[in-house]
């Protein structure tokens, strides 16, 4: 019996109870009863009852599988000859036969009397080129062309090689007001179109120059920019038309540029 819901399980007496239930036995061999009042005998079995009507028919089920083929039938004897039919009607008129063979040339017949004479046939097709012909002797010489027009400028030549060093300048004259002079070099990197190399603000500019790395470019200027830098231009080269970007856009340094940087102190 459920310890909580008080309702009874009827099992074997040789089953075990759950941990939530309790044994309760009835007959002479209970060992423990719960409160619960023993069974008396079972009475006698109670006559059948009628029988319920009929329920309803299910659904068709699934066809079955096919069976096997019987064994072939014997032959069966055969029927009576039948009646002979009546004559047909008259076929088609076949086609045409082959044409026989050429029979034998007759006799030549006597010459007839001189026809008049006909009209002048068409041209006929061009024959075929003969053989070349020999050479002829040299012509006289041909009279000068007039000039032609002026033709469009071609496109930039390639730098030419660094010329040699000059010779040294004369002495100059001597300098007033000296001092003593810092000199250093300032450095900038060459972009697409060029770039600058800049002093600082309490120097000037005395010189600079440039290295280009890319061959694909060729230097159009190199000059001071000022009193405090120096820039160098550049340009591609003809028939390069690759897309290069320039040096803020990602396209990569072509070179450096250098200013020499002078101040008194």
């Given at each position: 019996m459920n310890k909580k819901t008080r309702y009874a399980r009827i099992v074997n007496?040789?089953?075990?109870?759950?941990?939530?239930?309790?044994?309760?036995?009835?007959?002479?061999?209970?060992?423990?009863s719960q409160g619960v009042n023993t069974q008396g005998p079972q009475g006698p079995a109670g006559r059948n009852g009628a029988q319920g009507p009929a329920g309803q028919q299910g659904p068709q089920g699934d066809r079955g599988f096919p069976g096997k083929q019987g064994l072939p039938g014997k032959d069966?004897?055969?029927?009576?000859?039948?009646?002979?039919?009546?004559n047909g009607l008259p076929g088609k008129q076949g086609e045409q036969g082959e044409q026989g063979p050429r029979g034998q040339d007759g006799k030549d017949g006597a010459p007839g009397a001189k026809g008049d004479t006909g009209p002048r046939g068409l041209p006929g097709e061009?024959?075929?080129t003969g053989p070349r012909?020999?050479?002829?002797?040299?012509?006289?010489?041909g009279r000068d062309g007039a000039p032609g027009a002026?033709?469009?400028t071609g496109p930039r030549g390639l730098q030419g090689v660094k010329g040699d060093t000059g010779p040294q300048g004369p002495k100059g004259d001597p300098g007033t007001g000296g001092g003593t002079l810092s000199v250093q070099t300032a450095y900038g990197e060459i972009g697409h179109n060029g770039g600058t190399a800049s002093c600082k603000a309490n120097e000037v500019a005395t010189g600079g120059g440039y290295s280009l790395s890319d061959s694909r470019y060729i230097v159009t200027a190199?000059?001071?920019?000022?009193?405090?830098?120096?820039?160098?231009?550049?340009?591609?080269?003809?028939?390069?038309?690759?897309n290069d970007r320039s040096l803020s856009g990602g396209?990569?340094?072509?070179?450096?540029v250098y200013v020499m940087c002078a101040k008194k102190v």
């Open positions: 007496a040789t089953a075990a109870c759950r941990a939530t239930e309790t044994r309760v036995t009835w007959g002479d061999g209970g060992s423990q069966g004897q055969n029927g009576l000859p039948g009646k002979d039919g009546q061009k024959g075929d012909g020999l050479q002829g002797a040299e012509g006289d010489k002026k033709g469009d190199s000059m001071p920019s000022g009193s405090t830098s120096w820039s160098v231009k550049i340009s591609k080269l003809p028939g390069d038309n690759d396209g990569g340094s072509k070179g450096t």
